[in-house]
């Protein structure tokens, strides 16, 4: 598919007021994406788990506009306005103006909450954007009714990407290719796609506890970082690198190889950073404490044999891995051993969860 199989023609149905609501997950990249292209492309392909708990709630209401001209909308964060929030909705749906062409005849009001809090360090932008997206694909099909569901989830992670790029892996359920790779059937640059094998049952369950290390805002955005790739000394390499790994990753969750999977995992996440180190400008997202928690999941696994593992976002937050059935040892171990160097002792547990869901 291209951008232009994106583009509706006239829609059969009109609509008035009305309000949809949907809440989508945020996820947690295995194989990382980072450094982009022009509109919101990947520069390379990744991998991730959908979350289950850590999802943004948003409630859509709409109403045929009355003599305003442009996109109108109002934006509410937890009941109350958010005027810092308006920018980045307003790049939105410039950016997607000529896919939801009827963003312009209604004024909307966003209505969006977390189920995480705010100030937790946990990214909202890929849950909130993915929220938004599917209420208006839910408009856009009662414009058009004919809409298959195919092509409702490829549309709504294709404009979810136009908001935050790894939104569009927020959209579907529990492991999502985003990004072309010639052995993931179906993948594209385009939008995330559900992960074609078949995934091991050892990782259907996996769970996810995140140790929030640092709860303030990032030195540098990710959008920043991601500017840094071009003409970065080692993107080329690290480019191929993801493919590779991509490849390895999909082999593992197929078989189940665990010791594979933590191998890879742990890899991408120290390379992550590693970009970041060695751009220009440089700069450091990881704090002492979450060098002092990854080097006691290492000892701990080396001392139990329990395959528990770690990955990071472009922040200080360590995202502890591990299957089902040692959940109970591991969480022992976080509590005994790693809330200490997390701000406040505060943690989330969260497990690989379903996608999207429609409330309303």
């Known amino acids: 598919m291209t951008e232009k199989d994106f583009i509706p023609s006239a829609y059969s149905k009109i609509a008035d007021e009305g309000s949809f609501e949907w809440s989508a997950p945020s996820n947690i990249a295995l194989v990382k994406y980072w450094g982009k292209k022009a509109n919101q492309v990947p520069a390379n392909p990744s991998i991730s788990f959908t979350l289950n708990e850590c999802k943004t709630v948003t409630k859509l209401a709409y109403?045929?506009?009355?003599?305003?001209?442009?996109?109108?909308?109002?934006?509410?964060?937890?009941?109350?306005?958010?005027?810092?929030?308006?920018?980045?909705?307003?790049?939105?749906?410039?950016?997607?103006?000529?896919?939801?062409?009827?963003?312009?005849?209604?004024?909307?009001?966003?209505?969006?909450?977390?189920?995480?809090?705010?100030?937790?360090?946990?990214?909202?932008?890929?849950?909130?954007?993915?929220?938004?997206?599917?209420?208006?694909?839910?408009?856009?099909?009662?414009?058009?009714?004919?809409?298959?569901?195919?092509?409702?989830?490829?549309?709504?992670?294709?404009?979810?990407?136009?908001?935050?790029?790894?939104?569009?892996?927020?959209?579907?359920?529990?492991v999502v290719v985003w990004g072309a790779h010639a052995e993931i059937e179906g993948s594209s640059d385009l939008f995330g796609v559900p992960f074609a094998g078949k995934v091991h049952e050892v990782f259907r369950n996996y769970k996810d506890t995140i140790l929030l290390v640092d709860k303030g805002e990032k030195q540098v955005s990710s959008t920043v970082g991601h500017d840094l790739m071009h003409g970065h000394p080692f993107a080329e390499r690290r480019f191929e690198q993801a493919h590779e790994n991509l490849s390895a990753m999909k082999r593992a969750i197929v078989e189940g190889n665990v010791d594979a999977f933590i191998k890879i995992t742990e890899s991408e996440a120290l390379t992550l950073h590693a970009m970041m180190m060695t751009s220009l400008p440089y700069f450091i997202l990881m704090k002492p404490n979450t060098l002092e928690i990854i080097n006691r999941i290492w000892k701990f696994r080396q001392d139990t044999g329990i395959p528990v593992c770690f990955t990071l976002d472009a922040g200080a937050n360590v995202h502890v891995l591990y299957p089902e059935n040692v959940a109970v040892k591991v969480l022992d171990f976080i509590k005994a051993e790693l809330l200490a160097y997390c701000q406040n002792n505060q943690y989330i547990c969260d497990e690989i969860g379903t996608g999207a869901l429609r409330l309303y």
Request: charge should be neutral; glycine fraction near 6%; include cysteine.
């Open 63 to 174: 109403e045929p506009k009355k003599d305003v001209s442009g996109i109108s909308f109002d934006l509410l964060f937890e009941g109350q306005p958010k005027d810092s929030f308006r920018p980045k909705i307003e790049k939105f749906f410039e950016r997607t103006a000529q896919y939801i062409p009827f963003i312009k005849d209604y004024h909307f009001t966003i209505d969006t909450r977390n189920t995480f809090p705010h100030s937790s360090g946990i990214a909202s932008s890929a849950s909130g954007m993915a929220a938004l997206a599917m209420n208006l694909m839910s408009l856009e099909r009662l414009l058009y009714p004919d809409i298959t569901d195919e092509y409702f989830y490829k549309k709504a992670s294709f404009l979810a990407r136009l908001g935050s790029g790894s939104a569009c892996r927020s959209i579907n359920g529990a």
